[in-house]
Nanobody, 121 residues
Framework: VQLQACGGGLVQARGSLRLSCAASGRTFSSYAMVWFRQAPGKEREFVAA????????SYADSVKGRFTISRDNAKNTVYLQMNSLKPEDTAVYYC???????????????WGKGTQVTVSS
């Protein structure tokens, strides 16, 4: 599976962005899809995950209520709608494919290249 994330950019605080991650291959629906992010000088951290069918989601406490993950298996695409953005959301955002039971970075099977999100105050 090859993953390509896009949709990042520069936005003011309290603004919104929607990230997309398109996957190649016919096995997209076999994987849970996960968003991670990494800020300068910090470790990569979990942001949100969605199960293979889309019926279950999980969020980091820091984004709960502001971010929404969704997927369209017909389009092989996962999305991350980010609302009420804060400067501390500034990071490179990565999409990954793996299992829903273990949402750690080390357990992901495939990674996409990141997309930069910068939130100005």
């Amino acid at each position: 599976v090859q993953l390509q994330a896009c949709g990042g950019g520069l936005v003011q605080a309290r603004g919104s962005l929607r990230l997309s991650c398109a996957a190649s291959g016919r096995t997209f629906s076999s994987y849970a899809m996960v968003w991670f992010r990494q800020a300068p000088g910090k470790e990569r951290e979990f942001v949100a995950a969605i199960s293979r069918s889309g019926g279950s989601t999980s969020y980091a406490d820091s984004v709960k209520g502001r971010f929404t993950i969704s997927r369209d298996n017909a389009k092989n695409t996962v999305y991350l709608q980010m609302n009420s953005l804060k400067p501390e959301d500034t990071a490179v955002y990565y999409c990954a494919a793996g299992g829903f039971a273990e949402l750690a970075a080390w357990s992901m099977d495939y990674w996409g290249k990141g997309t930069q999100v910068t939130v100005s105050s």
